[in-house]
């Protein structure tokens, strides 16, 4: 293929060209038309060089990087006119062959390329005659069109390229339907074929549609990437597939990747199943609060499939299932797994969870139970689509008896009919109506529904658990000698649980929000957290009842926290109940400082296990074994001490030891004990040189409070250079912890503040035993980390930890009682560290790659402004949409 030198014609206008590029041969009628193609000429030829006549021949080939047949031949360049012989040592050595022009990167030749070994989900966009198919990874769609929106405006002000600006393996812009792709060019002929490199298509273009790169374009590596299946059977085009690299490649070096099955959700009800085989069996009725109205419901199973759950503990012993490596989801809709219970593992439902320490909460879909676990695995895909053999029934409406007394005498004889002509032709059944029989007589009709362990898509506010006659208990509160609140021993462990789940709780924006009857979690510094219903509102404070103890509190509004899912289906295992015996004993005739009220007041402290026997058909009544070697029961222990008042005990005079034991009659004893006193002889004389240690010991130690100390805010102003200490969660609450110092002198002074908080810290004899901070008191901290002492601030106390705020870092952890000492006043100087806002903070974008971005910083430049909050900043970064899309990274 050849030329015509005569019929050149400029790359702008059209018009018969005479002149060219000096470097690379572009072809234009004057400098005018040069300078308006200056844009797209300059990716790929150096600063504006001189024109020339136009003898020699158009260019052939710039892509020296790209493995690409060349189309035209090269020549040297024709002897240049006298005019212009000033130029020839620029040009006596260029070849066409040759050109100067800048190296395009080959990144985008290489596909992005998801994990080895495990499944991803993504888009099949192509599929070719050979039955390699293309597909995009999902995860990477926002990147993908991100990506897509700069390249169309970075190629806004392009023109259009010729035939001989390309050859065949070139990356080029390519304008379809209105968009701009990234292509690669894979033949040339009256137009061109283009792949287009992020989806795999091959489409047909005319050249006035391509357009040449920019450097942009080269530095991404492909999003598609073309792949093997065993078979295309159910592949189509747009669809989503789960696939996973096998690690080796075709002969042509098409990856090959295996499909995962699709399985069958078994979230419909058993029906066409059940319609073989109608028998169930009752597994429980959920308890129900009368007077909220809440149904009556039952949980059956059907009989079939009794070897489901050896099947699945077999399946896992012999090939130990595949652990969950990807994070679980926040908004936790239907997500299925395998539970390692106390009876073995389960097929299960999520409902919540816990990060740390890692804890489940989940409903056991062939028991009708919910647990707690530590262990979960991916059910095996040969066990998932089998169908839940748990569902629920409600009766009819005027349905007046007890639902499970019915099922109860029934037994083994009971089974369920569905009306099939009415179920005809639908795919989707959650719920239909039905008959349960005992014996071949009616029971009740019933509407059956699909139950994912959710019991408010029931019409119940709560999974309450009955306590089993026989099982173990504790008394969590007392009433009166009379009545107490027992509650399982499994619920000990809900105290750490309602800890960890504070992160997950948000508090309330407005007082309005917190609704009578609603459940809340209490975060209360003397009473540590738990769950509660609101009760009332009593002079500006909530009345709230623990349920899982049955204690009653009045809570201010800023110690209540909304409920999470781990919170509203964790069981309730509490009752009220009276005391064998002793709730027939009339009130007047017992003293109202019975020594038995004495003894149940210590088993509530204590939280002493017992055994529950129920003397009654409803559990209204009980007694409480203990474990002793000749078990003796709560009642035979109260009734002899029913009439028996607690001793009157008096405070002994100063420095006399313990009074003997209180006789009966209180004015005897005070005679007793005044005799006692005259006879003793006084006290000897205190030594003469007392340790001056004793003295200090004394003193009441001395407090000092954050409030107090002086604040070294960020200075207001434009370009400011800030420090920034502490980005942990600022992707959720919007702000980060910055400090600014004048000079090199004051960091000095501050860092030689840190160094002797260590050394002090590190003092043993400075710790004081059963020290207990203050909210909002300094102190010294031992950090968990790296086992360094700082200054700290307490921000509440639980128990026998503290949660502490590290004022000069603004990170904050909980720590034990015991690595916590009182704050010397040597060390009480000014806080440089500031809580800084993000400007233009919006949960909906992806503040974590801010969050990274600073972290990696470690110092900004932004401008300062007045924060939202007393001694706080808002901070503007310049350039914030940048790091956000990641081109700054």
């Known amino acids: 293929m050849s030329l015509d030198i005569n019929k050149l014609t400029c790359i702008v206008c059209g018009t018969l060209a005479s002149l060219m590029c000096q470097r690379c041969g572009e072809s234009y009628c004057n400098d005018v038309c040069q300078r308006r193609d200056w844009q797209r000429h300059k990716y790929f030829c150096s600063i504006m060089p001189p024109l020339v006549k136009a003898s020699i021949p158009a260019v052939a080939s710039r892509h020296e990087a ?41 990144t985008w030749r290489e596909s992005i390329m998801p994990p080895e070994k495990e499944f991803f989900e993504c888009r099949v966009t192509y599929i070719e005659k050979d039955g390699s198919i293309w597909v995009v990874d999902v995860a990477n769609t926002e990147r993908l069109e991100r990506l897509t929106d700069n390249i169309a405006r970075s190629m806004q002000y392009q023109k259009s390229c010729l035939f001989q600006d390309i050859l065949v393996g070139d990356l080029v812009g390519v304008n379809v339907d209105h968009k701009m792709f990234r292509g690669e060019v894979i033949a040339l002929n009256a137009g061109a074929e283009v792949r287009l490199i992020d989806y795999g298509v091959v489409v047909s273009c005319d050249l006035q549609d391509i357009y040449l790169p920019v450097p942009r374009m080269a530095e991404y590596n492909a999003f598609a990437l073309r792949v093997k299946l065993p078979t295309n059977a159910g592949v189509q085009i747009n669809k989503n597939l789960s696939l996973r690299l096998l690690g080796s490649k075709t002969p042509d070096g098409v990856e090959q990747v295996q499909m995962k099955p699709k399985m069958t959700i078994p979230l419909n009800l058993p029906v066409q199943m059940l319609a073989i085989n109608p028998e169930v069996s009752f597994v429980r009725a959920l308890q129900h609060d009368a007077a909220l109205k809440e149904p009556q419901v039952a949980l059956l199973q059907i009989k079939v499939m009794d070897n489901l759950n050896d099947d ?30 106390k009876q073995g593992y389960r097929r299960a439902m999520l409902l919540d969870f816990i990060e740390q320490p890692m804890l489940y909460l989940v409903y056991e879909m062939d028991e009708g139970r919910i647990s707690l676990t530590d262990d979960v695995r991916r059910i095996p895909s040969e066990l998932l689509g089998h169908a839940l053999r748990v569902f629920a029934v409600t009766p009819a409406e005027g349905y007046t008896r007890s639902l499970q007394q019915e099922l109860t005498q029934g037994g083994d004889n009971l089974c369920i009919k569905f009306n099939m002509e009415n179920l005809q032709g639908k795919d989707k059944l959650r719920t239909a109506q039905a008959t349960l029989l005992a014996d071949n007589a009616q029971v009740s009709a019933v509407r059956a529904m699909t139950f994912l362990g959710r019991v408010c898509d029931l019409g119940h506010k709560y999974w309450r658990e009955s306590i089993e006659n026989g099982s173990l208990v504790y008394i969590s509160h007392v009433i009166n000698y009379q009545e107490v609140c027992i509650s399982s021993v499994q619920t000990k462990q809900y105290e750490d649980i309602f800890k960890y789940v504070e992160p997950k709780c948000p508090p309330f924006r407005q007082s309005s929000e917190v609704a009578v009857g609603s459940l809340v979690l209490v975060v209360s510094p003397s009473r540590g957290n738990f769950r509660a219903e609101i009760t009332g509102l009593e002079n500006n404070k909530f009345a709230v009842r623990n349920i899982d103890t049955g204690s009653t509190h009045l809570v201010a509004r800023n110690n209540l926290r909304m409920p999470c899912r781990f919170l509203e289906n964790l069981p309730v295992c509490q009752c009220r109940v009276k005391i064998k015996t002793i709730c ?59 009439f028996t008042p607690v001793a009157v005990e008096l405070e002994p005079a100063l420095s006399l030891p313990a009074p003997p034991v209180v006789a009966p009659e209180p004015i005897k004893a005070l005679q007793a004990e005044q005799m006692a006193a005259i006879e003793l002889p006084p006290l000897p004389p205190s030594p003469p040189n007392s340790p001056i240690e004793n003295d200090k010991s004394s003193k009441v130690m001395d407090r000092h409070y954050f409030n107090d100390l002086e604040r070294h805010l960020l200075p207001l102003g434009e370009n400011m250079l800030v420090l920034i200490l502490n980005t942990t969660g600022l992707h959720k609450t919007g702000y980060a912890t910055a400090c600014f110092f004048s000079s090199e002198k004051v960091a000095e002074n501050f860092q030689n503040l840190l160094d002797l908080v260590a050394k002090i810290g590190s003092v043993d004899d400075t710790l004081k035993p059963g020290y207990l901070p203050d909210v909002g008191e300094m102190c010294l901290t031992l950090f968990s980390e790296d086992n360094s002492w700082y200054r700290g601030v307490c921000q509440r106390v639980i128990g026998q930890k503290a949660s502490i705020l590290y004022c000069d870092f603004g990170n904050s952890e909980v720590v034990p009682l015991d690595r916590i000492k009182p704050i010397p006043p040597d060390v009480l100087h000014g806080v440089y560290a500031t809580k800084c806002f993000i400007d233009g903070f919006d949960k909906a974008k992806n503040f974590l790659i801010l969050e990274q971005y600073l972290a990696d910083k470690n110092k900004i430049l932004c401008n300062v402004l007045e924060g939202p909050e007393p001694n706080t900043r808002l901070i503007n970064i310049p350039h914030l949409d940048k790091i956000l899309s990641q081109e700054l990274i």
Not at 75 to 101: F, G, H
Not at 317 to 340: N, V
Not at 610 to 627: P, R
Request: charged fraction near 20%.
């Open 584 to 642: 027939n004993i009339p009130s007047s005739a017992v003293p109202p400082n019975t020594v038995a009220l004495q003894t149940l007041m210590k088993l509530f402290a204590q939280k002493t296990e017992m055994q529950v026997d129920f003397e009654d058909a409803d559990g209204s009544t009980v007694d409480l074994l203990d474990f002793s070697a000749e078990p003796q029961s709560l009642m035979t222990r109260m009734l002899p001490l029913m």
């Open 66 to 106: 790209v493995p690409a047949p060349v189309v035209n031949n090269a020549t040297r360049p024709t002897t240049i006119p006298n005019e212009q012989i000033a130029l020839e040592p620029m040009v006596k050595d260029l070849k066409i062959s040759e050109p100067i022009e800048k190296k395009w990167s080959l």
């Open 312 to 341: 699945l503990n077999a399946r896992l012993s012999d090939k130990p299932g595949q652990l969950f490596t990807e994070p679980f989801p926040e908004e936790i809709r239907t997500f299925f797994l395998a539970a390692r219970t």
